[in-house]
């Protein structure tokens, strides 16, 4: 047990180091750091499990700072506790270009921090797929390999963010109980008082999604521990309501919201440290405060190394399997699953609709693969996501593998990157493409981190016909191919399908997205071959010498192209057909491959029932392009395609157009 004076001293620490670093920055958020460091200072001194020395031990408790703007709190408590990665020279340099210590806290940057977060409402969002991750795995490993809490500081604005709501209510059903969630109740945000923009009872809110819900002062410790307890033994999971004072300590901006997003200036520090007797210099942590703190992150080894006997003791399979599947490795044997499904594809050259042949990929791939969890935004039967080995989680049964998100695409997709930042899992989910725009934050989110998560996006253009143009994407592959380090696949057949599967699998650092046809398609790759033909991005579907022509397309439109290229050919005009399943993996391959991809036609068409935009890159600015200029109609997709002029007799009048 901590004393009243020992527990202000070490949030004291968090306070100035806080206060410290955004006026060295001249940027920055204080007033968090310094109004939630009594809670922060609770629960890694006397609840949190966790190893700085062994940061990445996959039972630990996970801690998410939703209110990523306050990240010198995280940044304090990881040097105080002890991490490597983060030094008193770090925090020097907070906010500045090549540290460690970002603006907000970002993931892979160093050790102890669980999640990108700033943009708010993520962070909690995220927690909810740590917790689902937690939940199913201890289902499947047993309690003695997994079984840990997952704890957020969550603000204000995380709570008036959309996403919570998606985020607390799929929490709530789901019975998670072991996530907790401190609610920093400062009352202030960057405009002023709360009041101006929200009059939400959250502790009704929360309730009414099935939460368990505790009120405290966020500055009275023993309150905190109370607390924490009491939540630790709730059946569902819980919002701490901490009332606390932003830039808790400082005389003149407290309570404030001068304080919540610049710094204080070295003339309110120095008040603030005479108002709570800190007399150490800045930067400077006294070594009775330091030494505890260090201490405090030695509490967890004897668990940690509890755990670690018990992994030994456990039999091998199932050892060999935690072990791989948390190092990120796939099964040796997908790789022949996958050619020997390639093989049967190409004797008996099925035509489904992508999106089926995803599922059929799916099944071989869910045999193999016992990490994948599945799911969809309540459009399942849409998707096609679901395959014999997933079933359905419930709120008392997580033994399957396969969520139903309901109608909450932003939360899923958020809650899928903490699946994947926990460890042990490899989510996909399905959604139409068009609402990939209500998961584009944490799409993008996704692809900073640098994390394996997989978006089958269905209904991918024009051709899912009726549901018309509120349905239709057709700025989407663009926008999608815009993010960095994202993957996105738009297979031209079952082939492709897999080979595409086989690419977002295999891609541990870069989340993928998979755009899937309503209407069925062609089989285009009739023979087998061994090789990923998609793993280039592009690459000769019809191969011609002296080609006149070239067709570059992907997805339903390839089915177009190769039907062009068959007119133009008996009409004696030299054509090749390039088949271009991802944009992102053919910019990554050498210049000479491009450039034989590329070829030097004199006539260079594109087909995609999409914008333009990103095409020039095959065709150049000269180049033809065929595809859409606006919005869709509603309508029978193939009436639609004649309507806006995407057909291979359009294709090949523009190409004898340009020959002529």
């Known amino acids: 047990m901590i004393s009243r004076e020992k527990h202000d001293r070490m949030a004291n620490a968090i306070r100035f180091l806080s206060m410290d670093a955004v006026e060295k920055a001249n940027s920055g958020h204080p007033g968090l750091p310094m109004g939630a460091a009594d809670i922060a200072t609770v629960l890694f001194t006397r609840y949190l499990s966790f190893d700085p020395k062994n940061p990445a031990w996959p039972n630990r408790d996970r801690f998410v700072l939703s209110a990523g703007h306050g990240s010198m709190l995280l940044y304090s408590l990881l040097y105080l506790t002890g991490y490597d990665d983060i030094t008193i020279d770090e925090i020097k340099n907070f906010r500045q270009l090549g540290s460690r210590t970002a603006g907000h806290p970002e993931y892979g940057h160093a050790a102890g921090i669980e999640t990108t977060t700033g943009p708010l409402g993520q962070g909690i969002a995220n927690a909810v797929g740590m917790a689902i991750a937690e939940r199913k795995l201890r289902e499947e490993f047993g309690a003695e390999l997994m079984e840990h809490y997952t704890y957020v500081i969550a603000g204000d604005g995380c709570l008036m963010e959309g ?16 996530l907790i969630v401190f609610w920093d109740d400062n009352n202030i945000s960057i405009d002023g008082p709360i009041s101006i923009a929200d009059s939400t009872d959250q502790h009704a809110r929360f309730r009414a999604c099935k939460w368990h819900t505790i009120a405290v002062d966020g500055h009275d410790p023993d309150a905190i521990a109370a607390a924490i307890e009491e ?21 003149n901006k407290a309570g404030t919201h001068k304080v919540h997003g610049s710094p204080l200036g070295a003339e309110e520090i120095a008040a603030t440290r005479k108002a709570l007797g800190w007399e150490a210099e800045a930067f400077a942590v006294p070594s009775d405060v330091l030494d505890a703190w260090r ?23 199932k050892k060999a399997q935690f072990i791989r599947r948390f190092a990120g490795d796939l099964e040796g044997s997908l790789g022949s699953a996958i050619s020997a499904y390639k093989q049967k594809l190409a004797e008996t050259k099925p035509s489904p609709a992508t999106r089926k042949a995803s599922e059929d990929a799916l099944e071989v791939i869910n045999g193999v693969l016992a990490e994948t969890i599945g799911g969809s935004a309540d459009l399942t039967g849409s ?31 958020a809650a899928m990157n903490g699946m994947a930042l926990h460890g042990g899992l ?19 989110l996704a692809a900073l981190m640098g994390i394996r998560v997989i978006h089958v996006l269905t209904h991918d253009s024009i051709g899912l016909g009726e549901d018309g143009p509120t349905h239709q994407p057709v700025e989407h592959m663009a926008a999608l191919r815009a993010i960095p380090n994202l993957l996105m696949f738009r297979p031209a057949d079952a082939t492709e399908t897999a080979e595409c599967w086989q690419l977002a699998l295999e891609n541990r650092k870069r989340p993928s997205g998979l755009a899937l046809t309503r209407q069925n398609l062609m089989a285009m790759r009739t023979e087998y071959e061994e090789q990923n033909l998609c793993a280039r991005g592009a690459y000769d579907l019809i191969s ?38 991802c944009f992102e993996l053919f910019a990554e391959q050498s210049e000479d491959y491009q450039q034989a991809i590329i070829g030097d036609s004199p006539v260079k068409i594109a087909v995609e029932a999409g914008v333009r935009q990103g095409w020039d890159h095959f065709i150049g600015s000269d180049g033809t392009f065929i595809g859409m200029s606006s919005f869709g109609a509603s309508g029978p997709y193939k009436d639609l395609y004649k309507h806006f002029g995407i057909t291979p007799e359009a294709v090949v009048a523009a190409a004898e157009a340009k020959l002529s």
């Open 163 to 178: 996403i919570s709501q998606e985020a607390i209510a799929l929490a709530g059903h789901l019975k998670l109980n072991k």
């Open 231 to 251: 939540a630790q033994k709730s059946d569902k999971p819980t919002m701490i309501a901490c009332k606390t004072v932003i830039g808790f300590g400082a005389p």
């Open 295 to 317: 201490l405090a992150g030695l509490r967890s080894v004897k668990a940690r190394k509890e755990w670690e006997e018990r992994l030994e003791a456990t039999e091998a399979e």
């Open 383 to 413: 998707n096609n996501t679901k395959t014999s080995q997933t079933h359905s989680i419930t709120p008392d049964d997580f033994s399957g593998r396969y969520i139903h998100y309901g109608v909450r695409e932003h939360g899923m997709a």
């Open 426 to 444: 490899i989510p996909y989910s399905g959604g139409f493409l068009i609402f990939s725009d209500y998961c584009r934050p944490s799409i993008r």
């Open 544 to 581: 011609a010498s002296d080609a006149q022509v070239t067709i570059f397309a992907t997805g339903s439109e390839v089915e177009i192209a190769v039907k062009a290229c068959q007119t133009l050919t008996a009409k004696g005009i030299s054509t090749r057909v390039v088949s271009v399943p």
